[in-house]
């Protein structure tokens, strides 16, 4: 069975530059555990600009990296777990990549 | 295999045995004191196993209390590469720990055990159906 490498940025601070609840990256860090055995958190800060509209913001960002088996549950899992990470924490968007790995 | 290097291997297999049953810091201070005062092993040999501990050891922990569970891994995701496995526990390298307690949260150590292990559970989460 193929493998993927799903990625997930959250945010550190909300948009009004408040801090993000550590509770809520329990919560997720959690529900990502219970479902797929365990996670890895990497330990680097992603900093990115981006903008919407004509409003610019700064993200500090930590990244949740999953290694799972390529199936359509999964896609459609992650699909729905964006749409909960984008009101969890009050994201316009919330950005999730997978790519293909191989072990060796 | 050398002698020199089954010396390291029992003596690193000596450490994490003690290691268990205390904290990191009482651990710690048992390593120094049997270590520094018996001078069994040559300088050098104990400077190599710390060195291999602080790259290559991995420890589990668990912080006291939900709180401090939810502060301290967003600390640790912050800093580390934290590997997170169930009931709240995470795989860390041996050197984090004193940052941990630099940052007073507080925490138990479950058990140590080599990097190879803690590859191996990443490797893991590929296999768990959804």
Redesign the interface.
């Known amino acids: 069975m193929p493998l993927e490498r799903y990625e997930i940025l959250l945010p550190l601070k909300y948009n009004d530059g408040t801090s993000v609840e550590p509770e809520k990256f329990r919560q997720t860090k959690i529900e990502l555990v219970e479902k797929f055995g365990a996670i890895t958190v990497e330990p680097q800060s992603v900093h990115g600009i981006w903008t919407h509209g004509s409003n610019e913001y700064a993200d500090e960002l930590i990244r949740f990296i999953i290694d799972i088996e390529t199936t359509i549950e999964t896609e459609k899992f992650f699909k729905e777990f964006k749409e909960k990470l984008k009101a969890r924490f009050q994201q316009i968007e919330i950005w999730i990549t997978a790519y293909p790995i191989r072990l060796i | 295999m050398s002698q020199d290097y089954v010396t390291d291997y029992i003596v690193l297999i000596l450490k994490t045995a003690v290691h268990l049953p205390l904290r990191h810091r009482d651990a710690e201070n048992y390593y120094e004191s049997i270590f520094t005062a018996d001078s069994f092993i040559e300088p050098l040999t104990l400077f190599i196993i710390n060195l291999y501990s602080l790259i290559m050891k991995m420890v589990r922990i668990k912080f006291k209390g939900?709180e401090n569970?939810?502060?301290g891994?967003?600390e640790?995701?912050?800093?580390?590469?934290?590997?997170?496995?169930?009931e709240?526990t995470y795989e860390i390298p041996f050197s984090a720990l004193k940052m941990i307690d630099s940052l007073d949260i507080p925490y138990t150590v479950i058990e140590t055990e080599g990097f190879d292990n803690a590859i191996r559970?990443?490797?893991?989460?590929?296999?768990?159906k959804?």
């Open positions: 939900t569970d939810a502060i891994f967003l640790l995701s912050k800093r580390i590469r934290v590997v997170c496995l169930p709240d559970k990443i490797r893991d989460t590929a296999s768990a959804i």
